[in-house]
């Protein structure tokens, strides 16, 4: 069993910058991936960001926040961070972090290929 907790969400203005983070308890995995999705209020949850490892690591992000927001991970801590600048109104929304058992055959940015999600933290920008 994995368990999820994510933080650092909270209300900024716009084009500030905010720092969540997912720390996971329970299994590690040699080759995995851990994603954020968000959904804001009357919307469908939907990809943010992901970073794969074992065999090498990659990172991925949805167009509607390249070059704004960046994920990464600090192994000791088995924690995966989204770096979050330039941030607009549209961005609000609650943000998710997940974890995959393994990436193998698996897409990062589909909702039902992640095994474990965490409750959430809420981040509103405000215009």
């Known amino acids: 069993q994995v368990q999820l907790v994510e933080s650092g969400g909270g209300l900024v203005q716009a084009g500030g910058s905010l720092r969540l983070s997912c720390a996971a308890s329970?299994?590690?995995?040699?080759?995995?991936?851990m994603g954020w999705f968000r959904q804001a209020p009357g919307k469908e949850r939907e990809f943010v960001a992901a970073?794969?490892?074992?065999?090498?690591?990659?990172?991925g992000a949805a167009d509607s926040v390249k070059g704004r927001f960046s994920i990464s991970r600090d192994n000791a801590k088995n924690t995966v961070y989204l770096q979050m600048n330039s941030l607009k109104p549209e961005d609000t929304a609650l943000y998710y972090c997940?974890?995959?058992?393994?990436?193998?055959?698996?897409?990062?940015?589909?909702?039902?290929?992640?095994?474990?999600w965490g409750q959430g933290t809420q981040v509103t920008v405000s215009s």
């Open positions: 970073i794969r490892w074992g065999g090498g690591t990659l990172t």
């Open positions: 997940a974890a995959m058992l393994s990436w193998y055959g698996r897409r990062w940015d589909a909702l039902s290929d992640y095994d474990y």
């Open positions: 329970g299994r590690t995995f040699s080759s995995s991936a």
